[in-house]
């Protein structure tokens, strides 16, 4: 992993504006659990490209980690790049239902959508936000 860095390093010292390189740092500190240097490279990737999906995503699921408010726009911004990702709108569902107080009308909405683009949708969470069965056909 220390030679991977190394690269992800180098090519960010030759195109310090090249998001991809952020972005591969990013997922490299995330697989390292360190969640703060993933938060900060994916942040730079997004200085690169701001309309970068998966780091959107990547950034909105650490932050909602960490129960930072940062999330909800991360991960909304990542639904509304990749519009037929069931992971994302899943991801948000779960956000938007642990949320105090809890928006389990946005809940449901874009769990249901999820469950429409075949994301498998845990059966208990589909439970607590009050999914009936309808909604996951």
Known sequence: MREAERCFRQAIKFRPHDYSAYFGLGQLFEKQGNTDAAIEAYEKS???????????????TLYAQKQDRRALRHLTEAVRL?????????????????MEPAQL?????????????????????????????????
């Open 82 to 98: 990749m519009p037929d990702s069931g992971q994302a709108h899943n991801n948000l569902a779960v956000l938007y239902a642990s």
């Open 46 to 60: 997004l200085e690169g490209n701001a309309n970068a999906a998966l780091a959107h995503y990547c950034l909105g």
């Open 105 to 137: 009308g946005l809940a449901r909405q874009y769990a249901r959508k999820a469950l429409l683009l075949g994301y498998g949708v845990d059966q208990g969470f589909q439970k607590q936000i009050n999914l009936s069965e309808e909604d996951s056909r």
